[in-house]
């Protein structure tokens, strides 16, 4: 394959019209998306740099905003930058013009290969030598910090950023865990060391421990003792797995699933373990390569979950493929059903019926009394006792119960004054912790505006922590005091349940549910309404209809339940070509 740059003619520019996307053949193996926004025609690379999707079945708006029809991630056509998270790299845009009623493509054909379809973006400062003295310290180490670094340097940040992790290792993308947990470290990394200190020039420091923070003065407290300054404060800190006060829950063989190393117990010893799992920022540092390699779920184990969370039924799913002895799931007796108070309970069930039919006995009404040693090892776990008197055998159990914000190293400081009851941090549309003007909190502790209805949220969704990062890193390089319009994305979230399921929007408080669809088959889209409007949607084995509803969602032209009901098809609403200045600002 030649590697220079070549101009060939791709398509018929009558076969293409304005809205409208065509994925093209350039060269022997390059394909290229064109687009066509507001009459003039845009070409880049045809795959999304998040996990691979064809950008031709995602969703094209009239900005110029391209979505991927999985997860969310979007991308400016006319440049190739990212807009929108989880996606941390670029695509590539070529040059191209319409002669002689043909579109033609200049590129190199390497550059439209799917392996190459990224390009980072530009790094708009050079922060090695720049006499910037501003400094930004990141305390965490997760999906936020990561996005907020790539943000603040391609928006002219030139001073210097610290981040402080309890983590052993750079941030990874925590998704691919769910993927294969027998994958290497250093394929889950998002940014090497390396690169993180001498592209972007961040001093990343690892397994250590933010103990206090002066606001006053401006410091963080590393270890009790020493001290880091800051101008711009970034808390990113994540959740840690709640613990539920029970005897045994501290034996060998029973964990929590939320750093690397957890996911690697939890399967040691077998085959690689594929699950969909979101995780978000984790809070303690535990030696990632320290484990007991015989109480992983190995064939012919027994697994018992405590929750029926989506990360526990994740978990859960991917476990079928395991030949496991048998897998139970402990609910906590506030529903018969996993994800009914999201979902409805017409998925829930179809989606109960679907686990239980792959070998999941379920005991949702009965909670979790004790976890017993096994009589073998006192130190292992042998069984797990309900509150009916039940007793089950175990040789592996997963607490997965849900998380709490890790903000409290922060009780004490001043910034307890912004401290919510479930430990978040209240912050307002720029993501300012309320009361501190350079101190900002991002992801899992964020409690912040909801753009829908303005109602103070705090949203776990993996996409949602690395769109605040994004939002931030742009506040602090641009030296804007705010963002024009505020932080406005729209939550997006997706789960492995044996097939993707996938979410959009803030269900919360939905009086009235419209499934579209099979639900046997789990082929559906279901729409969440509430007061007369759709405020969510959901789907499985219906890529692209989530993505397409929450641009929809975000441009405020979501057809009411009565549409939908009639047969409203979302493909039918023209975003592509409508007027650019009805777009509300993001």
């Not at 029809?69 to 006319?78: D, I, L, Q, S, Y």
């Not at 402080?164 to 925590?174: M, N, S, V």
């Not at 505006?449 to 769109?467: C, F, L, M, T």
Request: charged content about 25%; glycine content about 10%; overall charge neutral.
């Amino acid at each position: 394959m030649s590697s220079g740059v070549t101009t060939i003619p791709v398509l018929d520019a009558s076969e293409l019209q304005d809205g409208q996307m065509k994925q093209v053949d350039f060269g022997k193996d390059g394909k290229v998306l064109l687009s066509k926004v507001r009459g003039r025609v845009q070409a880049t690379s045809a795959f999304c740099t998040h996990y691979g999707a064809p950008l031709i079945k995602g969703t094209l708006e009239s900005s110029g905003r391209v979505v991927c029809p999985w997860h969310g991630a979007c991308f400016n056509v006319c440049t190739g930058d990212i807009e929108d998270a989880p996606a941390l790299d670029a695509i590539h845009s070529f040059p191209c013009e319409v002669r002689d009623g043909k579109i033609y493509v200049t590129a190199r054909e390497e550059s439209t290969l799917k392996s190459n379809m990224a390009r980072q973006p530009a790094v708009a400062s050079l922060v090695l030598d720049s006499p910037d003295q501003d400094a930004v310290v990141i305390v965490g180490g997760g999906a936020a910090t990561i996005h907020a670094i790539e943000s603040l340097r391609l928006h002219g940040f030139g001073g210097s950023i610290t981040v402080l992790t309890k983590e052993g290792y750079a941030p990874i993308d925590r998704t691919r865990l769910s993927k294969s947990l027998g994958m290497d470290l250093s394929k889950l990394q998002w940014r090497t060391p390396q690169e993180l200190k001498e592209r972007y020039n961040v001093d990343y420091r690892t397994n250590v421990e933010v103990t206090a923070v002066d606001t006053v003065n401006k410091t963080v407290t590393i270890g009790g003792t020493e001290q880091v300054n800051y101008t711009k404060l970034i808390l990113a800190t994540g959740a840690t797995p709640r613990k539920l006060g029970v005897e045994g829950e501290n034996l060998n063989g029973v964990y929590s699933l939320r750093q690397y190393q957890d996911a690697e117990k939890i399967s040691a010893g077998g085959s690689p373990l594929r699950f969909e799992l979101e995780m978000e920022a984790p809070t303690q540092s535990v030696n990632p390569w320290t484990w007991l390699p015989d109480l992983g779920l190995q064939k012919g184990k027994k697994l018992v979950v405590i929750g029926s969370s989506f990360i526990s039924m994740e978990l859960v799913a991917a476990a079928q493929k395991k030949e496991l002895a048998e897998m139970h799931v402990v609910g906590s007796g506030s529903s018969k059903l996993p994800f009914a108070a999201i979902l409805g309970d017409q998925i829930a069930q179809a989606l109960y019926n679907f686990h239980q039919k792959n070998g999941v006995q379920f005991h949702m009404s009965s909670g979790l009394q004790s976890i017993k040693a096994s009589a073998a090892d006192p130190s292992s776990v042998g069984s797990v006792v309900l509150k009916d008197g039940t007793e089950i055998p175990a040789d592996v159990v997963v607490l997965g119960v849900g998380v709490r914000p890790a903000t409290e190293f922060l009780k004490g400081s001043k910034l307890e004054s912004a401290m919510q009851r479930d430990g978040g941090l209240k912050v307002d549309g720029q993501l300012r912790v309320d009361g501190f003007e350079d101190v900002f909190a991002l992801g899992d502790i964020a409690v912040y505006p909801q753009a829908q209805d303005g109602v103070y949220k705090r949203i776990e969704h993996w996409n949602v922590a690395s769109n605040h990062g994004r939002a931030v890193g742009e506040t602090i390089g641009k030296r804007k005091d705010k963002l024009a319009a505020g932080f406005k994305k729209v939550p997006i979230f997706w789960s492995g349940q044996g097939m993707n399921l996938r979410y959009c929007g803030i269900g919360e408080g939905w009086d009235d549910v419209i499934i579209k669809g099979n639900l046997d088959e789990l082929k559906f889209a279901a729409y969440y309404c509430k007061e007369g409007k759709v405020i969510a949607a959901a789907s499985m084995n219906s890529d692209p209809i989530v993505t397409r509803a929450a641009e929809l969602l975000r441009l405020g032209i979501m057809p009411s339940p009565e549409e939908i009901r009639g047969g409203k098809d979302l493909y039918t609403i023209d975003i592509a070509s409508r007027p650019i200045e009805t777009a509300p600002g993001v």
